[in-house]
């Protein structure tokens, strides 16, 4: 299974100093936002590419709004990115974001994790927000309910890795 095998690759039971880790070149890519405050949220330095963020708040709060505002705060200093929603069409979408002057954002309905990952691929988005958690189900029809949300989220963790992509997933 890939999640086993992404854990096995990630996990090191020798006890290794510090001094002797070498640290991958990614970590010295991460990219700010222009929102100071958010960029403070993540250490002073923005967003590590590959890293996987959750976003949750009760229903209302403003989840999206604030995401949407990213994705054009992001789209506006070059980055590629994409909102994707399996909650709300292309027109909800659409009309929020003109409201809040995220007119550059790329929308779209996808709901199965397989047809996430293609879009990531096929695009080269560098971020990504999925609106919501609940709604990304997967195409395999074998997994019980617990095996597909570990086989959801660890290709989630997979994509954001592989294609050093920052996902952010919205719960509720």
Do not use: W
């Amino acid at each position: 299974m890939q999640i086993l095998q992404d854990i096995k690759n990630i996990t090191n039971k020798n006890f290794t100093r510090v001094e002797n880790v070498k640290i991958p070149d990614i970590y010295f890519r991460k990219f700010k936002t222009g929102i100071p405050d958010l960029d403070e949220a993540f250490g002073g330095q923005g967003f590590l590419p590959g890293s996987v963020i959750t976003l949750a708040a009760p229903a209302g709060v403003g989840k999206s709004s604030i995401s949407l505002q990213l994705l054009q705060t992001l789209e506006d200093i070059g980055k590629k990115t994409a909102y994707i929603s399996g909650e709300e069409t292309i027109e909800q979408l659409s009309f929020a974001a003109k409201r809040l002057k995220a007119v550059s954002v790329p929308i779209a309905n996808l709901c199965y994790i397989e047809d996430i990952e293609e879009a990531v691929h096929e695009h080269g988005f560098e971020f990504i927000v999925i609106d919501s958690y609940p709604t990304i189900m997967t195409k395999r029809k074998d997994l019980k309910a617990r095996e597909r949300e570990s086989h959801i989220i660890g290709r989630l963790i997979s994509l954001a890795k592989q294609h050093e992509v920052c996902i952010l997933i919205i719960m509720h």
